[in-house]
């Protein structure tokens, strides 16, 4: 699988952005597991959202749940990742990844993740 991140960008404390990864490679029809991590300078890989194309099932870091949504579009291969209220501490490169599965990677582990992609920046200013 080759996966393609976009949509990141410099915006205000309290602004919204959209992140895409576009998946090609493999067919969204089949049974796997799209997360979206991210690194801030200095600090290790968080996981904080993914998704299942199996039954659409979702997992978030606390550190996300309630500003991030994790959506998917069959129809062109690409998850979402809508962030609001975004916070300074929310600056990092963000990354999709995936993996082939039916369930969830316990707690994000990023261990559990075979194909990534190059990743975006997102900046917040404060």
């Known amino acids: 699988a080759h996966l393609v991140e976009s949509g990141g960008a410099l915006v205000q404390t309290g602004g919204s952005l959209r992140l895409s990864c576009l998946v090609s490679?493999?067919?969204?029809?089949?049974?796997?597991?799209i997360g979206w991590f991210r690194q801030a300078p200095g600090k290790e890989r968080e996981g904080i959202s993914e998704?299942?194309?199996?039954?659409?099932?979702?997992d978030y870091a606390d550190s996300v749940k309630g500003r991030f949504t994790i959506s998917s579009d069959h129809t062109k291969n690409t998850v979402f990742l809508e962030m609001n209220n975004l916070k300074p501490e929310d600056t990092a490169v963000y990354y999709c990844?995936?993996?082939?599965?039916?369930?969830?990677?316990?707690?994000?582990?990023?261990?559990?993740?075979?194909?990534w992609g190059q990743g975006t920046q997102v900046t917040v200013s404060s």
């Open positions: 998704i299942t194309t199996y039954d659409g099932s979702t």
């Open positions: 990844a995936t993996t082939f599965g039916t369930n969830v990677v316990v707690e994000l582990n990023e261990l559990g993740f075979d194909y």
């Open positions: 490679g493999s067919t969204f029809e089949e049974n796997w597991v």
